[in-house]
């Protein structure tokens, strides 16, 4: 089973960048992808963007394309996202996640907030 634990986050103002991380440990042998989702307060769950974790093939929720850049480190077993340009609405609890098959997250981390205000 995979552990996953966020690092960064904290309060950000807008237009400023920040960087999440995430530790994974455990069995990484059968991890197709890791990625982001994040929660705003009062509303629901929402993508943010994904990698697979062999091929480094990435891909991005709508609202965050073009600002946010997702990495990973295999060697490190640390997934990283880059958030630029931010603004109020990308304040959040995000969450690292990690799954096996294509569109499933079966790993979560505990979750980190994000908060961008002035």
Excluded at 33 to 50: C, D, I, N, S
Excluded at 101 to 112: C, E, F, L, Y
């Amino acid at each position: 089973q995979v552990q996953l634990v966020e690092s960064g986050g904290g309060l950000v103002q807008p237009g400023a960048s920040d960087l999440l991380s995430c530790a994974a440990s455990g069995d990484m042998s059968k991890t197709y992808a890791m990625g982001w989702l994040r929660q705003a307060p009062g509303k629901e769950r929402e993508f943010v963007g994904a990698i697979t974790w062999s091929g480094g093939r990435s891909w991005y929720g709508e609202p965050v394309k073009g600002r946010f850049v997702i990495t990973r480190d295999v060697g490190k077993n640390t997934l990283y996202l880059q958030m630029n340009y931010l603004k109020p609405e990308d304040t959040a609890v995000y969450y690292c996640v990690a799954g096996d098959v294509p569109d499933t997250w079966d790993a979560w981390g505990q979750g980190i907030l994000v908060t961008v205000s002035s």
